[in-house]
């Protein structure tokens, strides 16, 4: 693809987008009329002169183009912009399906998932290591081991703020960004959720003993011991959420998720 105007594009207000997305959808020119209700039909009301005078911006910014008298079309441009447009849109779509973890397979596949991305995340934090990193981690450490030690952990315990300090130490934007994404306030329900399993197991602290080893491995510089901690650590809570599934034939697990409103609208499945 060749390069878009993204400068442009992000200088659209929510109703030209729209405008520009209607555009992009059909095969002949769209007049102001036409455009009028499909805006309409999208939920924007506005009068025809705004609409024409959307249009014009929309030709000044080099989106659209006029066919004579028989309406506008999209440019090049505007193509590339309506087809990374919808992209986007199909991207968002998928990844907002993926964090709706409606059944405890999916909740395990979070988990896998996790385990492979913040484990490479913690081998480069090892690798890149440096003193503010270290001192940011070694404080939560110790934060963890305290909330553990006096009985302080619930849900949203202090040993989740490990998991993305570990990858800022990783000094990596990628890695940075999908672990962000994979605990991002969408999914804290979740981690609400493995709280109140490890919990009913008895297994809560062992999160902060699981940390402390990472921490040394990282510490020290040692990026496979660091990887492998990290995979204990995750692991561990997967063998936990299967057990638990078991112990209750699924159905504790997804009366947790559902209570903590987890859940999607579609039935749950084991």
Sequence with gaps: MSAIDTAGLSELLPDELTLLMSIGDQEHPVGARIALRMLEENGVR???????????????????RAIGRKGRVLTTTGREAFELRRLQARRDETFDRAFELRSVSELLDWLRARRVIEGEAAYLAALRRDDDHMSALASEVVAHEDAARTGALGYRT??????????RAAQSPMFEALIESMTAPAVERVEDALDLITSSRGTLADSAAEHR???EAIRNGDAD????????HLARLEQEVEQYALASDGAGLLTALSTLRVLGPRSAER
């Design 225 to 232: 011991a660091a990887r492998e901690r990290m995979h204990e």
């Design 213 to 215: 080893r990472l921490y």
């Design 46 to 64: 506005i009068s025809e002169a705004s609409v024409s005078r959307m249009l014009a911006r929309l030709d000044a910014l080099g989106f659209t």
């Design 158 to 167: 202090v040993g989740m703020q490990m998991h993305l300090l570990v990858a």
